[in-house]
């Protein structure tokens, strides 16, 4: 349900799929008793999902033009309906709330994430979803290729012609193509979109086994052992050991100058259970990085390592080191198949002022080519903060969707992006990424070596130097 670097989203949503299972409701679940608004069928705007809810059970189905499978979230609903009607359905660990706005309008919202989703009500389920889905190595094939010709965002961007591409790759689909050989021409397909919110998971005895993982060409790889040297490279910088919060993803510490230091390693996994406890843990380390005795003059937050996780986390954090309300940027998703230049009506995300202790002073931002999804989300909304953040490093990897994970058939899905996070001017940074004010050396060979960090080192000087550099060429 959170948002999270390819591999781990893909990764994620098999296993949850494989843990709440896959039951799909009959006809008569779109057809019964209305004491409950939500019963029944419904169509999101954008997406190409189906939310079914019959009694206290949610499920979803992927639709395309010409297929319609059971999706991989199910939820049972954890609660009596609120006062408006929204009611709670858990996922696993996670939820989600539908709220009906009137007879044949709902909003659904999901824990962990931002945003909403509109839904429209439908008289009962597509004939389409009525009977299984065919798996042959056609139908596969033609799934795979219709849910990225529907949703995903970016073909001209990356002068991809999508047509040419399927009608060069069907023509090698036989009756008697494996599984292996359409995993194969998937990856074909995937690789030169160097999208690193694509990727495709192969789902063997139940359980999940990642088979590609898309990236922007160029950018740096993340091993342990670049991790482990990065990490002691920032630490010589610091006047003491870091206090670790979240299984080590968050650390606190302080630099020379009274300059406070904050690691965030993920947007995600602080601890056991729902959306909730990961606040929770990641209140304990801002209340440890703020709540200090001696007033701080300045902070670095530092997402170089981080491979992303749920928007909310970035939010909050955003929410923390401000005094004032501000848009973070706005969401639309892709909302006509024929047409990928339609998108649904753009929706604001504004980071508010939290009841926690806030700093207002100085930021500066560490980013690299390893800060993807969530971490970039943070990033673009920590730009329409006042006084201005300092971006100080190299440009983030390129991908702000959340993911959809796509069922293809019982052996195989697929996740791809299908929003964008638009800037002031309806613009994004899809692609290259959102740059830095100030370019440094980010975990180079040399840099590794020598244990240097040049980005931090150059934050904390523009930081204590003062007056704050700022985002100069401020949010587009």
């Known amino acids: 349900m959170t948002r999270r670097n390819t591999g781990r989203a893909a990764a994620a949503a098999v296993a949850l799929a494989a843990a709440v299972g896959l039951a799909a409701p ?60 929204t009611t709670r359905y858990g996922v696993g660990d996670n939820a989600l709330t539908l709220t009906p706005k009137g007879r044949n309008r709902a909003v659904e919202r999901e824990e962990g994430g931002v945003g909403s989703k509109s839904l429209n009500r439908l008289d009962a389920l597509p004939p389409l979803c009525a009977k299984p889905a065919p798996n042959d190595p056609l139908a596969v094939f033609d799934r ?115 300059i406070g230091y904050f690691r965030v390693s993920s947007f995600g996994r602080y601890a ?24 701080l003059a300045g902070l670095v937050v530092d997402v170089r390592l981080n491979g992303g996780g749920s928007d909310a986390l970035g939010l909050h954090i955003a929410a923390r080191l401000t005094d004032r309300p501000y848009v973070a940027y706005r969401k639309v998703a892709r909302n006509d198949p024929a047409d990928p ?27 690299s080519s390893i800060s993807t999804s969530a971490a970039e989300t943070f990033t673009q909304a920590m730009m329409g903060r006042s006084p201005k953040v300092l971006r100080v490093g190299e440009n983030t990897q390129g991908v702000f969707s959340d993911v959809m994970i796509r069922t293809l058939s019982p052996e195989l899905m697929v996740g791809l992006p299908n929003e964008k996070y638009l800037t002031r001017d309806g613009s994004t940074f899809d692609g290259p990424g959102i740059p830095p004010n100030v370019r440094t050396p980010v975990f180079t060979p040399d840099e590794l070596a020598a244990l240097r960090d040049s980005a931090l080192s150059t934050a904390r000087r523009m930081l204590t130097e003062g007056p704050q550099g700022g985002d100069r060429d401020q949010q587009r």
Request: some cysteine; hydrophobic content about 35%.
């Open 341 to 367: 230049t339609k998108f649904t009506r753009p929706e604001p995300i504004t980071v508010r002022p939290s009841a926690g202790r806030h700093f207002t002073g100085p930021v500066a931002v560490l980013t």
């Open 272 to 295: 056991d259970g729902g959306h909730q406890n990961q606040i929770d843990e990641l209140d304990r380390a801002l209340d440890a990085l703020l709540a200090g005795p001696d007033r």
């Open 26 to 85: 009959g006809a008569a679940a779109a057809q019964g008793g209305r004491a409950n608004p939500l019963e029944g069928v419904w169509r999101t705007e954008g997406y190409g999902l189906l939310i079914a809810v019959s009694g206290d059970r949610l499920t979803t189905y992927d639709v395309t033009a010409h297929s319609c499978v059971p999706g991989w979230v199910t939820g049972t609903r954890t609660a009596a309906p609120g006062a408006d009607g």
């Open 144 to 258: 795979f290729w219709e849910n990225f010709e529907e949703n995903y965002p970016f073909f001209a961007a990356k002068g991809i012609d999508w047509h040419a591409v399927r009608d060069e790759k069907r023509r090698t689909i036989t009756p008697t193509t494996t599984v292996d050989q359409l995993q194969a021409v998937f990856v074909d397909m995937l690789r030169p979109l160097g999208d690193a919110h694509t990727a495709l998971a192969r789902v063997v005895d139940g359980h999940p086994e990642m088979v590609f993982g898309g990236q922007r060409p160029g950018s740096t790889v993340e091993t342990e052992e670049l991790t482990a040297r990065a990490q002691q490279a920032s630490a010589a910088q610091l006047t003491g050991p870091e206090q670790l919060f979240a299984n080590g993803r968050l650390g606190v510490g302080r630099l020379p100058g009274d």
